[in-house]
């Protein structure tokens, strides 16, 4: 509508009424409806003139009646010329409102008005403004486009998404925001049509383009959405850019750290949070030699983690902690036959997720078993170095190494203080020419040194000579001497210089050393020991004492004096002489004594001092004696074996010897000691097995003739008894003479039963196995029962017997075990005393019963009293009297099993008397 005064006419106004499309109202300035076009019938439903002459108030809404008639009033009053764009409720036919968007102008005193319904588009936009409400609350970005592709509106977030101002993008084709390429497009809209159609929704990724030309992902949501009748669509979007990016980031890490978990050299392993071990990379696989699918296992359960120590580092691990565990030795071959122990390193790291919590953990092995090998290597060596080093100042510092220098050209010699105290002479003094320093040289060993050192001068080459020196004050010492020489550039030796270091000890200790090994070869260069002792004797106090004594042990208690060494024959036989002439059983005063029963070694400056201070029970002379073979200094050694004790060996100076003694004699002493132990005690126990080879010997050979008696007069009768038969049975083998046989067979037999029960014993009590069966009896009866039984024994071997009992004593005892004894000392009586009185007495005490078997055989002698109870020791020799030699063994064995004891008293030509003693049965 232009902007105009002048009046309509008739025909201009009929026209206006007449729009088709329009509604037209004519109203009054009172408000009434003068006029309405045909239009109104279609819109509002009302016939023209159904609402002619109906006012406005009872037409418009009554919320819009106001605005309405002023802005009547205003075009009436020509304060404004034209209506435009006003909306207001109109009321229809149907009592309900249409939005009328009006237009109108003054004309007459009436305004012509025409009006358009725009209700439908109202209530879209309300509707729209609805939701925007909604939507713009939303902080994803919203789109709403019609089906050509317009944006009919865009929230907020939208616009800032895309770095538009408000409103920016109402109108605008949705194109402008698309960043794919046309082709792009065209798939992607397709595809978001197809799947809408399908599924009613798409969802997916777009490229965006912003208002600065930025490319961004976001993540779409489309829907349809029917407005007002009509398609739209509304699309939600993110921008996904970051997180797409993170993705990306995150792939990649994960990317980075497969490659480095598979490809690393380190052996990695990953538990989960229940502890199972869940991946491993190669590396690991070689170091447990397993294959990529073995690694299964629980380290929370795992008891090796727990006794290698790891397993309270990968608690601190699970706790969110990054640790390092100390090196551990693992045993691999727990885990592969082939695996080996190997000193592994652990680090262990926890593994979180993005909210920091703790979701697996992984521990990084190293192998460090080489590296701590090198290590230690290295620390040996530097260890070793240091204590080169240390050794080179320690010497130095203690002042073994002195130093000299030496002119050719003026014979000038210069020595240092520490030179000066290894020769023996006053700080600054020395000798000062080389003359005179060739004089301390061993005479022994100077021509070798001067040939040493003019050679040096000649070739200006250097040395190094061990040899021996006199001190000053005497003394041979060893020392190692070093020179170099110092040339001008004419090649002529202009100065010596050099080192001297005292290597005494260390000579005399290879030299005792070796002093030792050869006294071990003399100790065992023999059989006879005697003559080994004797030899190293006489060696040792060639080599640090002017003699030596040895003395031996007896079983009685006694010393005696078996070895004199390094002595004059006359000094030997003073030694022996004052050994016999004195008590061989020692006070408690005396050194051997206090050697032997203490095991101190017992070391005497002076002899005479010490005897005159001790020796209280000693008579003057044995002091003079001593003191004129002129018995100085002595060490006193204990000579003793495994467990028994042995004696005593003395070393021993002279007043006027060669020798004196120092805290290295007692060392040496003491060794010698050990040695010369080693040699008696495996010299004895040699005797012993010869003399048990041969009782064994004699055994075997008795037992075997015993056997064979019985035996051939068995044989003998049985081939007679043959014969007989042969020639006339009914003569010769009457009843009489069959039963003397049958009892002479019994005898043999008898015999032999002995012998091999005799054999069968010693073979149980060996093994531990003679086993006792008690019972309650009366001794002496059951001693009376025996002899009754013995009684024909007795006569044939014409012994008279005479016994004493006790009134009667109970024992417990294995009544057929004590009768064997019994039975064995009756028979040795009567075999040992055969023709003469036997006697025995039973007597008892409170505690025990003694049987004294007596006879008036032969005797024993004194050193065979004990002998005779061991196993196939006999006093008697060869077969002169028939026995085994085990009788008496077997018989303290069981005796002893019994608690009481057997033995004997006897001497030769006196007889002898056997005793078993017998606990007495208080219970
Ligand atoms: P055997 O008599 O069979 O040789 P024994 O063990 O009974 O074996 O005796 C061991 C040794 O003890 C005998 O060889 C003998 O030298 C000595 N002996 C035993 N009894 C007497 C005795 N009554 N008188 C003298 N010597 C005896």
Redesign the pocket.
């Given at each position: 509508m232009s902007k105009t005064t002048r009046p309509w006419t008739k025909e201009e106004l009929q026209e206006i009424v007449n729009l088709p499309t329009h509604l037209v109202a004519i109203i009054a300035a009172d408000g009434t409806l003068i006029n309405v076009g045909p239009v109104a019938d279609t819109s509002l439903g009302w016939e023209p003139h159904e609402i002619q002459g109906m006012n406005l108030k009872e037409f418009i809404h009554p919320d819009d009646i106001q605005k309405t008639s002023e802005s009547i009033q205003e075009l009436l009053k020509g304060s404004k010329d034209v209506l435009i764009n006003f909306t207001n409720r109109c009321l229809g036919k149907d009592g309900g409102y249409h939005w009328i968007n009006w237009g109108g102008r003054a004309s007459g005193g009436k305004v012509y008005a025409l009006g358009t319904d725009v209700t439908d588009k109202i209530q879209f936009e309300q509707e729209l403004n609805l939701q925007a409400m909604v939507l713009e609350s939303i902080s994803e970005g919203v789109l709403i486009c019609n089906k050509p592709g317009i944006i009919a509106y865009a929230n907020t977030a939208e616009e800032m998404l895309f770095g538009y101002e408000p409103e920016e993008l109402n109108g605008k084709p949705l194109q402008t925001l698309n960043a794919w390429s046309s082709e792009e497009s065209e798939f992607h809209l397709r595809d978001v049509m197809d799947t809408i159609r399908q599924k009613g929704v798409w969802k997916g990724e777009w490229l965006n383009r912003k208002k600065n030309g930025d490319i961004v992902t976001t993540a779409c949501r489309v829907t349809p959405l029917t407005l007002n009748g009509e398609k739209n669509f509304v699309i939600v979007q993110r921008d996904i850019s970051q997180e797409k990016q993170k993705e990306q980031e995150q792939e990649r890490t994960r990317n980075r750290f497969k490659t480095f978990f598979e490809q690393s050299i380190l052996p990695m392993e990953i538990y989960n949070l229940e502890g199972d071990r869940i991946a491993v990379n190669k590396a690991w696989c070689e170091l447990f030699n397993l294959g990529p699918d073995e690694f299964h296992n629980n380290i929370l359960k795992d008891s090796a983690a727990k006794e290698v120590g790891l397993y309270p580092y990968v608690l601190r691990a699970y706790a969110g902690e990054a640790v390092d565990a100390p090196a551990f030795l693992a045993d691999l071959s727990k885990y592969s036959p082939k695996g080996r122990s190997r000193w592994i390193e652990a680090w262990l790291s926890p593994i979180f997720d993005e909210n920091k919590k703790v979701i697996e953990i992984a521990i990084v092995l190293k192998d460090v078993t080489e590296s701590r090998e090198t290590q230690s290597k290295l620390e040996r060596s530097i260890a070793e170095k240091d204590l080169a080093e240390n050794r080179l100042s320690m010497a130095v510092n203690a002042g073994k190494i002195g130093i000299w220098e030496w002119k050719p050209s003026t014979n000038e010699l210069h020595w240092d203080h520490t030179l000066s105290e290894i020769y023996g002479y006053e700080k600054g003094q020395y000798p000062k020419s080389l003359e005179e320093y060739e004089k301390r040289n061993h005479s022994e060993d100077n021509a070798a040194v001067q040939r040493i050192i003019k050679r040096a001068i000649q070739t200006g080459e250097p040395y190094v000579v061990e040899h021996r020196i006199w001190r000053l004050d005497g003394q041979v010492r060893w020392i190692q001497g070093s020179g170099t020489a110092f040339k001008d550039e004419t090649g002529k030796v202009i100065l010596l210089m050099g080192t001297v270091m005292d290597i005494t000890d260390k000579k005399v200790a290879v030299a005792d050393q070796s002093f030792l090994s050869q006294t071990s070869e003399i100790l065992s260069s023999s059989f006879n020991y005697l003559e080994n002792l004797q030899k190293m004797a006489d060696f040792a106090a060639r080599y640090f004492c002017d003699g030596c004594l040895i003395d031996q042990l007896h079983p009685d208690g006694t010393i005696k004096r078996i070895v004199v060494g390094g002595t004059s024959e006359e000094m030997k036989e003073k030694l022996f002489s004052i050994h016999n002439h004195y008590p061989q059983r020692y006070t408690q005063e005396h050194p051997l004594f206090i050697s032997l029963i203490t095991g101190r070694t017992v070391v005497i400056e002076d002899m005479l001092e010490y005897s005159k201070s001790y020796w209280s029970k000693y008579p003057e002379a044995y002091f003079t004696e001593l003191d004129s073979v002129g018995f100085y200094s002595a060490i006193v050694v204990r000579l003793k074996g495994k467990e028994n004790l042995l004696g005593t060996i003395t070393f021993f100076t002279t007043r006027n010897g060669q020798y004196k003694f120092d805290a290295r004699s007692k060392w040496l002493a003491e060794e010698l000691a050990y040695r010369t132990s080693m040699s008696i005690e495996n010299s004895l126990l040699y005797l012993h097995s010869q003399e048990a080879i041969k009782s064994r010997d004699e055994f075997l050979s008795?037992a075997s003739h015993e056997l064979k008696t019985p035996l051939t007069s068995l044989t003998l009768q049985n081939q007679m008894r043959k014969r007989q038969l042969e020639k006339d049975k009914s003569k010769v083998l009457n009843e009489k003479t069959i039963l003397k046989m049958i009892e002479a067979d019994d005898r043999q037999l008898r015999r032999i039963n002995r012998l091999i029960d005799?054999m069968l014993d010693i073979a149980r009590i060996r093994a531990e196995k003679l086993t006792i069966h008690k019972e309650q009896f009366e001794f002496c009866a059951f001693v009376k029962d025996v002899i009754e039984r013995l009684n024909p024994q007795m006569q044939a071997a014409g012994c008279e017997l005479t016994a004493h009992f006790c009134p009667s004593v109970t024992v417990v005892c294995d009544s057929y075990r004590i009768e064997q004894v019994v039975v064995?000392?009756l028979?040795?009586?009567m075999?040992?005393?055969a023709g003469r009185p036997i006697n025995i007495e039973v007597t008892s005490n409170n505690l025990k019963v003694s049987l004294m078997?007596h006879?008036q055989?032969?005797?024993?002698d004194t050193k065979?009293l004990e002998?005779?109870?061991q196993r196939f020791?006999?006093?008697?020799t060869g077969r002169e009297?028939?026995?085994?030699?085990?009788?008496?063994?077997?018989?303290r064995q069981i005796v002893e099993l019994h608690d009481g004891a057997l033995f004997?008293t006897?001497e030769i030509g006196r007889?002898?008397t056997?005793i078993m003693e017998l606990p007495l049965d208080h219970g």
């Open positions: 008795i005799d064995n000392m028979t040795n009586a075999k040992y005393g078997v006879d055989g032969p005797g024993i065979d002998r005779i109870f020791e006999r006093a008697v009297i028939s026995g085994l030699g085990l009788g008496l063994y077997i018989s004997v006897s007889g002898s056997f």
